[in-house]
């Protein structure tokens, strides 16, 4: 089984921190996401990454960063934690998609950050 | 950005009762996805449609993908209490990695 694993599953951080949110993946991916999920507003794309040190932004990267430096492993950042940056985030990780092949993303758990 | 419309937002149904969801976008797409997240669980994924007018099953889930591949549905016959959770379309177009997922439509079965 493919397995997606974040390091937290609860995060409490005080506004201002840096924050790291780390996702491990056990089935050499290529590609690697973290998305955060919100009530109502479904799942937005932060940041993704198709291949080692490489990274693009999402949709909303404001105030976030990521890193990248082994195949396994992606790691959202938070540079200094607002309030508003509570959210439960997702990391997912997937092969490069193919039409003629039906899988797609697997996620992890989530870690719902509440930043206070 | 991509907009990704998915109808209805909230959907209660008696046990038994069918179930449809809706995605529509405004740009021809690549392919679309569909997920399924348990309460308090995670996203996981359920198929992906890829051509126009293609039509799959699960048992007893329907899922097809428009002739002009702007446009998707999911449609459950017969609805369980274990069908309960909130279902996102994803799609993405030609060229990109990145898929952009729907609000979801959450759905509760009443036993």
């Known amino acids: 089984d493919v397995k997606v694993t974040q390091s937290s599953r609860y995060l409490v951080k005080r506004t201002g921190e840096k924050v790291f949110l780390e996702c491990v993946q056990d089935?050499?991916?290529?590609?690697m996401f973290w998305y955060r999920q919100d009530p109502g507003l479904g799942l937005r794309l932060i940041y993704f990454?198709?291949?080692?040190?490489?990274?693009e932004k999402g949709d909303i990267p404001e105030g976030y960063s990521v890193s990248r430096e082994k195949k396994e492993r992606f790691s959202l950042i938070l540079e200094s934690a607002s309030t508003n940056q509570t959210s439960m985030y997702l990391c997912?990780?997937?092969?490069?998609?193919?039409?003629?092949?039906?899988?797609?993303?697997?996620f992890g758990s989530g870690t719902r950050l509440t930043v206070v | 950005g991509q907009q990704v419309m998915q109808i209805p937002q909230y959907q209660h149904v008696q046990e038994g009762e069918d179930f449809t969801t809706y995605c529509n976008s405004s740009?021809?797409?690549?392919?679309i996805q569909w997920y399924k997240q348990r309460p308090g669980g995670h996203p996981v994924f359920l198929i992906q449609?890829?051509?126009?007018?293609e039509v799959k099953k699960q048992k007893r889930l329907t899922f097809q993908f428009g002739e002009a591949k702007k446009n998707s549905s999911l449609h459950i016959t017969a609805t369980q209490t274990t069908d309960v959770g909130t279902y996102f379309c994803?799609?993405?177009?030609?060229?990109?990695?990145?898929?952009?997922f729907g609000t979801g439509t959450r759905l509760k079965v009443l036993a």
């Open positions: 449609l890829v051509k126009s007018g």
């Open positions: 990454s198709y291949d080692v040190k490489m990274k």
């Open positions: 997912a990780s997937s092969f490069v998609i193919q039409a003629s092949f039906n899988y797609g993303y697997t």
């Open positions: 994803a799609q993405t177009t030609s060229g990109t990695y990145k898929y952009i």
């Open positions: 740009t021809t797409l690549s392919n």
């Open positions: 089935m050499d991916h290529e590609n």
